[in-house]
T-cell receptor
Framework: GAVVSQHPSRVICKSGTSVKIECRSLDFQATTMFWYRQFPKKSLMLMATSNEGSKATYEQGVEKDKFLINHASLTLSTLTVTSAHPEDSSFYIC?????????????FGPGTRLTVL | DAKTTQPTSMDCAEGRAANLPCNHSTISGNEYVYWYRQIHSQGPQYIIHGLKNNETNEMASLIITEDRKSSTLILPHATLRDTAVYYCIVRVDMKTSYDKVIFGPGTSLSVIP
């Protein structure tokens, strides 16, 4: 149990376009989902925290109008990179916190590699 | 959250035990020690966590010093598939908090044939 999926796993887009990345908890309900980005040879950087049915909380320095997060259900959160530019190319990873779990452990998705040309 | 320090990189011979240290000298009484790892181009994977007692599961053992200022993750028989970046994180017990997992730079472990 506790599987998190991301779609797509890899996406290449042109500069100026928008890209949507989905994060799904497949076999559990998630009260909270988190979005991270990771540059090559760097650690994961938390971008935002998303709670079902409410607005996401963004970390300092993350543009909320650029990285739109929607958490419409207990099993799905989406991250939309708007007007993508080459500097947005990165590995985007989501995680989900299991509803009612004793330790509220976070389970991570496999990541989405975004390349903006 | 308390900060942690880990060596940047380590090597380990295949089949030998890999001992990964972590210092967390400012850890608070209600903070747990968590370990995750990330294999290249994959999402992080939970390994183990503990408060003050040593813990063991099917993946690893966690040894926490009595003063809780440091810990060691032990992979008893490292394989090539254990090559990854290992992250040590200290944080409050998540069942009572909406805390988030903040990653440091971690230790890059290379298991050598």
């Amino acid at each position: 149990g506790a599987v998190v999926s991301q779609h797509p796993s890899r996406v290449i887009c042109k500069s100026g376009t928008s890209v949507k990345i989905e994060c799904r908890s497949l076999d559990f309900q998630a009260t909270t989902m988190f979005w991270y980005r990771q540059f090559p040879k760097k650690s994961l950087m938390l971008m935002a925290t998303s709670n079902e049915g409410s607005k996401a909380t963004y970390e300092q320095g993350v543009e909320k109008d650029k990285f739109l997060i929607n958490h419409a259900s207990l099993t799905l959160s989406t991250l939309t990179v708007t007007s993508a530019h080459p500097e947005d190319s990165s590995f985007y990873i989501c995680s989900a916190r299991k509803l009612g779990d004793y330790h509220n452990e976070q389970f991570f998705g496999p990541g989405t590699r975004l390349t903006v040309l | 959250d308390a900060k942690t320090t880990q060596p940047t990189s380590m090597d380990c011979a295949e089949g030998r035990a890999a001992n990964l240290p972590c210092n967390h000298s400012t850890i608070s009484g209600n903070e747990y020690v968590y370990w995750y790892r990330q294999i290249h181009s994959q999402g992080p994977q939970y390994i183990i966590h503990g408060l003050k007692n040593n813990e063991t599961n099917e993946m690893a053992s966690l040894i926490i010093t009595e003063d809780r200022k440091s810990s060691t993750l032990i992979l008893p028989h490292a394989t090539l598939r254990d090559t990854a970046v290992y992250y040590c994180i200290v944080r409050v017990d998540m069942k009572t908090s909406y805390d988030k997992v903040i990653f440091g730079p971690g230790t890059s472990l290379s298991v050598i044939p």
